[in-house]
């Protein structure tokens, strides 16, 4: 059965770059119809969606987020990551990786999440 | 880029009591629409994909329609398990998008 697993630092410092891992078991991350996906949810607020990667390369971003975001994927070690620069306190989230499958294209299986705190 | 707003952003009721959840997309996403349930301390959940289809093992008192512009998730005969916050998700396009949620609390 597939799983993932977010792995990184819980801690980043202002300005700095932020990186997290989602390693997937049970299953290719080459499978063609998955979709791979970052998703976050600041303490208390509500879930926004990052970024999404297909196993080809293909790469789809939050607009707001854009320029700071780099989703990549290791299809040796089945994993995918995420790149977020210049963080801010408001980059203090939740962060889940996520699996769009072939449900109507929701994300339907997460990671636990990791909890990412921005602070100096 | 799509808008989804759900109303209400929270909801009081008792146990037995049937609640509706209404998302709005700011275009038309014909059914693309996902449901989630996430509980504190815990990942989001799917509960309904395609608008109206039950994700396995989600039981029959879930259940969402709608399809265009504007969408409802039914929650009927409420259990105590399904106190918790809802979100919708347009899955209809890049950049992908939830709505800001919904809390569902006990009266």
């Known amino acids: 059965q597939l799983q993932l697993q977010e792995s990184g630092p819980g801690l980043a410092k202002p300005s700095e770059t932020l990186s997290l891992t989602c390693t997937v078991s049970g299953g290719s991350i080459t499978s063609y119809s998955y979709y791979w996906s970052w998703i976050r949810q600041p303490p208390g607020k509500g879930l926004e969606w990052i970024g999404t990667?297909?196993?080809?390369?293909?790469?789809y971003y939050n607009t707001s987020l854009k320029s700071r975001v780099t989703i990549s994927i290791d299809t040796s070690k089945n994993q995918f990551s995420l790149r977020l620069s210049s963080v801010t306190v408001a980059d203090t989230a939740v962060y889940y990786c996520?699996?769009?499958?072939?449900?109507?294209?929701?994300?339907?299986?997460w990671g636990q999440g990791t909890m990412v705190t921005v602070s100096s | 880029d799509i808008q989804m707003t759900q109303s209400p952003s929270s909801v009081s009721a008792s146990v037995g009591d049937r609640v509706t959840i209404t998302c709005r997309a700011s275009?038309?996403?014909?059914?693309?629409l996902a449901w989630y349930q996430q509980k504190p301390g815990n990942a989001p959940n799917l509960l309904i994909y395609?608008?109206?289809i039950l994700q396995g093992g989600v039981p029959s008192r879930f259940s969402g329609s709608g399809s265009g512009t504007d969408f409802t998730l039914t929650i009927s005969n409420l259990q105590p398990e399904d106190f918790a916050t809802y979100y919708c998700?347009?899955?209809?396009?890049?950049?992908?998008?939830f709505g800001q949620g919904t809390k569902l609390e006990i009266k």
């Open positions: 395609a608008a109206s």
């Open positions: 998700q347009q899955a209809h396009s890049f950049p992908s998008s």
């Open positions: 996520a699996q769009r499958g072939g449900l109507g294209r929701a994300f339907d299986l």
């Open positions: 990667i297909y196993y080809s390369g293909s790469t």
């Open positions: 275009q038309g996403i014909n059914n693309w």
